[in-house]
């Protein structure tokens, strides 16, 4: 037995700051708080994030995210008329002194109004009347929410209701909450666009995104903000410059301020000390190795699916070592492990998994198979 090892070298440089040291990320003041690169999922700064917490007006996240699948299956459509219940009235005496859309009985509105006020103006009274519009009752929605969750894997997560307003069985999680901001960027990219829009006018009435990065900084383009008295601030934000995006949730902050400041701090962070990879492609060939006793004599190997990674900022470039599993004896299939890859940068090893047959490859006939043997047994007998 033989082992055949292959270092290459990508071709594209990855620019950045010098070296790898990254020092400790900002000190929030917060209840919970996360950071996440969206293209590979790695959480670069995390405190509390598994801790249930009330999400307050982050529950809308969810509603207009029910909203958005609701259109895409071809159940909704953004021009459809929604009638407003009293329990959707802005008078309604449980929204006295929340955030609203000022919806009133007997006044037309339709879908698209009800989405931007539910996630530009947070109307409360908007989550309602589309709930009742999509499910009939605001409970029946809420269990749409929940199975919602659950495909998502929010397994911190229960909801009672589509606004947020304060239940004791009504909570989430930091790393909830960043799971459903990158569901809604990456399956309804129509729909964050509204998340990026700085005001909406409603009944002759002007509301401002309470998102102040939206005005503050133009690689922001969402997501939400959320408070309570019981909750606290609030704010889950996406932000993407030179083609890497991030995800913040802030849980939990002292005032509108901080929790815009703990924010900015994050992703500055991220953006600063890390980059976001791909060292590796799809069914780009990484290298190839005999076959014994096959159909065809050499073996395409890379990996099936692409690696990406975040990893701190260097000048390096990644370099891949392949390692295959001598001898290969057929009948392989596309995808079976025949070897190991290994990702390494600055030296430090970043990323390992199994390599993967590119092709099949079938058995070959009985003399081939048999000769094969031979010349295997012989190699293997004075090697």
Known sequence: MFRLALLLLLCTPITGVAGAIVPAPPSINAAAYLLMDFQSGDILVEHNIDETLEPASLTKL???????EEIDAGRLSLDDKVTVSRNAWSQNPLFKGSSLMWIEPGKPVTVAELEKGIVISSGN??????????????????D??????????????????????????????????????????????DRYQVYSQQSYTYNDI????????????????GLKTGYTSSAGYGLVASAERDGMRLISVVMGSASTRSRTSETRSLLNYGFRFYQTIEPVI?????????????????????????????????NAEPELKVVFDEPLVAPIQRGDPVGSLVVTLDGDVVYEQPLQALVDVPE??????????LVLWLKTLFS
Do not use: C
């Open 144 to 189: 749409m929410m929940n199975r919602y969750a659950q495909e998502l894997g929010m397994a911190g997560t229960h909801f009672t209701n589509s606004h947020g307003l304060p239940d004791p069985d009504h909570v989430t999680t930091a790393r909830d909450l960043a799971a459903l901001a990158a569901a809604t960027i990456r399956h309804h990219p």
């Open 364 to 373: 070959a006939g009985f003399f081939a198979r048999l000769w094969d043997a």
């Open 282 to 314: 799809a069914d780009a060939v990484l290298g190839q190795a005999r076959v014994w006793q096959g159909q065809r004599d050499v073996l395409d190997a890379g990996v099936l699916s692409s690696v990406v990674m975040t990893v701190p900022r260097s």
């Open 206 to 221: 002007k509301q401002y995104n309470r998102n102040l990065l939206l005005r503050d900084d133009p690689s922001v383009d």
């Open 125 to 142: 009274d908007a989550t309602v009347a589309i709930a009742e519009h999509i499910a009939g009752t605001e409970a029946a929605f809420a």
């Open 62 to 68: 969810m509603t207009a995210y029910v909203l958005a």
